[in-house]
């Protein structure tokens, strides 16, 4: 009987160990799990891009539906940016006060195509200041830059998933952060968009060279001014176009592109050459209109970064960078052409077929791109 209940312990503590893992096995097992893990990953990660950037093509498609729709209402396109402030380029409204103070940007004149007639409404175009101020309930403005003001409100059609970094404007100031709502789709103003205009350098003006090169009007404000200036594209300052004048062809003309807002160098040199305190997520204000927050240019490479702070304290490489189209998605950027299609163009693009696309009336013979 001794025997027998020794011979049933020893059975039993043999099952139990059969039952249990030894430290090998776990080690295995955590193996096989890191494994499975490392390879499903990436797939998990190029999934959810793949929908960010599905989201980014109906975002573009939006914005060229609402500028078809704004032309069928108006005959012409909206303003890339009205703005008169003293240099020369002419408001249509130069002399007729209160018109002349009128202010805006190409994205606030969407706003009704977009659902997003109640935020276009707020918007105050003559009174500009009034837009960083609360609104009260009975239409007055209270106190400045309270969180409720104009231009903290945010558009999710106006921003790309892919792009990182705050949905507001970022500095290296604080006291200067997320005052302005950030904008990831900007106006084509063909081959150059910003500075406005430049008396050393290329700008909107004159795409091609200094501003001496093709004099502004004597008079400030001049409504000639406007039409004697060299911009190219489909969207200029103060000038609406008609679609008829896109003689290159609407799906050969490129009318809003993305801009990315992650360059570590260009953040990086501003403090560091005590030469600014921005980022280059402090462009792209939509409600502001300024020629940085609102156009691209395609004379500048797709997804374009500053280098070094050497490039960056050259005034054509910073002025660069704030023309570049770009995008987050690997190889390229996402546009919208004229025709309201949406294309993904590669960033190896030809710089010569990049360029036509910038223009309304270049006249050059575009192939496949």
Request: charged share 20%; proline share 5%; aromatic share 12%.
């Amino acid at each position: 009987m001794l025997a027998y209940s020794r011979i049933k312990a020893a059975k039993t503590r043999r099952g139990t160990g059969r039952d249990a893992f030894t430290l090998i096995e776990l080690l295995v097992v955590i193996s096989i799990i890191a494994v499975l893990i490392a390879l499903l990953l990436p797939a998990v990660q190029q999934a959810r891009e793949a929908a960010r950037r599905t989201q980014c093509r109906n975002n573009l498609k939006q914005l060229g539906l609402a500028v078809h729709n704004f032309e069928s209402t108006y005959g012409k396109l909206p303003y890339g940016m009205l703005r008169s402030d003293g240099t020369r380029w002419g408001h249509p409204a130069f002399g007729t006060l209160p018109e002349q103070n009128r202010r805006y940007a190409l994205h606030f004149q969407l706003l009704p195509y977009m659902d997003q007639t109640n935020l276009f409404t707020w918007f105050d175009q003559m009174v500009f200041s009034n837009n960083q101020k609360q609104r009260n309930s009975d239409g007055t403005y209270g106190t400045d830059w309270t969180p409720e003001w104009f231009h903290r409100q945010s558009v999710p059609g106006f921003v790309c998933p892919s792009n990182t970094g705050s949905l507001w404007n970022q500095s290296h100031s604080a006291d200067s952060n997320g005052r302005y709502s950030r904008a990831d789709y900007l106006a084509c103003a063909g081959r150059r968009g910003y500075p406005g205009y430049q008396a050393t350098r290329p700008s909107l003006w004159n795409p091609f060279g200094p501003g001496t090169d093709h004099p502004q009007a004597t008079i400030p404000g001049s409504t000639t001014s406007m039409n004697s200036a060299l911009s190219d594209g489909m969207f200029t300052r103060n000038r609406q176009f008609p679609l008829q004048d896109n003689t290159d062809g609407t799906s050969n003309t490129i009318l809003i592109a993305e801009r990315s807002y992650s360059d570590r160098v260009f953040d990086d040199c501003g403090p560091s050459t005590g030469f600014s305190t921005t980022k280059i997520g402090n462009w792209g204000w939509w409600s502001f209109g300024a020629e940085g927050n609102v156009f691209l240019g395609t004379g500048v490479p797709i997804n374009f970064r500053i280098r070094n702070c050497t490039e960056y304290l050259d005034p054509v490489r910073y002025d660069d960078r704030i023309n570049a189209m770009g995008s987050l998605h690997v190889g390229g950027a996402h546009v919208v052409l004229v025709d309201g299609s949406v294309r993904f163009l590669n960033e190896n693009i030809s710089s010569q077929v990049f360029n036509a696309l910038g223009t309304r009336a270049g006249g050059e013979v575009i192939g496949e791109f």
